[in-house]
């Protein structure tokens, strides 16, 4: 056994310096709704833990000119209250509403949530459906990056040692966007996702689809952006017969593990499922923002 220091910096750029001087494991806190439950289990012991909660860049949500950022120590609750950001962006909210209980959502944020590299984060394929990039903060310097190039694998990610997350942005929408997130589950909540499908799309004035982005999650070892399965989508009026075609391209992008949740063949039948009835509803919300 070691002893732990707790540190609760005011600044973002001292939580960079407080991990950029750790000698042992240092670790970021927000929530804590998956770290502290990985200490207690004993399968991190960090050394340092460095709270983010108290940093106002990492807790705010700016809305600017229809761009939105919000702070990656943000809880999921605050997202799901805010009624112009849940207005702008209701898939994102599908994903947010669905982590844990109420009580989880008041401390859990999206930026712990990525962080944690589970294939079954919910509030990440909504994001890498809207096209959000993260700022990347650390010892050398700040860098944007989209956010699905973040998580790596299960429990990995991109950053180097001491890089926070500091922020998410989201672009401007066009007018007749919309999104949406589905998961299934086993159960009715409080579960993981067997699989999970953001979608994210924009219609013309005739109501051809002109953009997508599709994004699956728990299906492989990170959230999956698969842009074929857009494609199936754009130049389409999103009918029933390029909905057949952008699940065929979910299904097929599938790599899934077999579990007790459900076998490979399951996840990939599901997966395609899912996909046509989240692109389904982002229509419906497309249709009715004008
Ligand atoms: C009862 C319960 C139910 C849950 N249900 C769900 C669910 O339905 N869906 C789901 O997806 N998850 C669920 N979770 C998991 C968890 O709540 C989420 O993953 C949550 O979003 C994690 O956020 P956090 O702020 O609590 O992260 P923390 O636990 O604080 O951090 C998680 C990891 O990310 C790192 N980290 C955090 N923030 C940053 C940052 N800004 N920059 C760099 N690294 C960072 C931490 O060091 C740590 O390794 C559940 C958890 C519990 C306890």
């Given at each position: 056994m070691h002893e732990m220091r707790y540190e609760a910096p005011k600044t973002l750029a001292a939580a960079v310096s407080l991990l950029a001087g750790a000698s042992g494991q240092a670790r970021v806190l927000a929530g804590g709704t998956d770290l502290l439950i990985q200490m207690r289990g004993g399968r991190v012991d960090p050394e340092l833990l460095v709270d983010i909660k108290g940093i106002p860049e990492m807790t705010s949500i700016v809305a600017d000119n229809g761009v939105f950022r919000f702070g990656a120590a943000v809880p999921c609750m605050e997202l799901v209250e805010h009624e112009a950001f849940a207005k702008a962006w209701p898939g994102v909210i599908d994903g947010a509403n669905l982590i844990g209980s109420i009580q989880v959502r008041g401390r859990a944020t999206a930026g712990g949530n990525l962080c944690n590299?589970?294939?079954?984060?919910?509030?990440v394929p909504a994001l890498i459906a809207a096209g959000a990039t993260v700022s990347v903060v650390g010892s050398n310097g700040r860098r944007e990056v989209p956010?699905?190039?973040?998580?790596?694998?299960p429990g990995k990610t991109?950053?180097?040692?001491?890089?926070?997350?500091?922020s998410f942005l989201l672009p401007r929408r066009p007018p007749r966007s919309g999104d949406a997130y589905l998961r299934f589950i086993?159960?009715?909540?409080m579960d993981i996702a067997v699989v999970g499908a953001g979608i994210n799309l924009t219609l013309d004035e005739?109501?051809?689809?002109s953009q997508a982005r599709v994004c699956i999650g728990a299906v492989a070892e990170r959230a999956l952006l698969v842009r074929e399965a857009a494609a199936a989508l754009?130049?389409?009026?999103?009918?029933a017969e390029a909905l057949q075609r952008m699940a065929a391209a979910v299904s097929a992008a599938c790599r899934p593990i077999d579990d007790k949740r459900g076998t490979k063949e399951y996840r990939i039948k599901v997966a395609g499922v899912m996909a046509r009835r989240a692109a389904q509803i982002a229509l419906d919300r497309a249709r009715r923002k004008n």
């Open positions: 590299a589970s294939p079954a984060a919910d509030t956010v699905e190039d973040i998580a790596t694998g991109s950053l180097v040692r001491g890089e926070i997350v500091a086993p159960r009715t909540e005739a109501g051809v689809c754009i130049g389409t009026k999103v009918d």
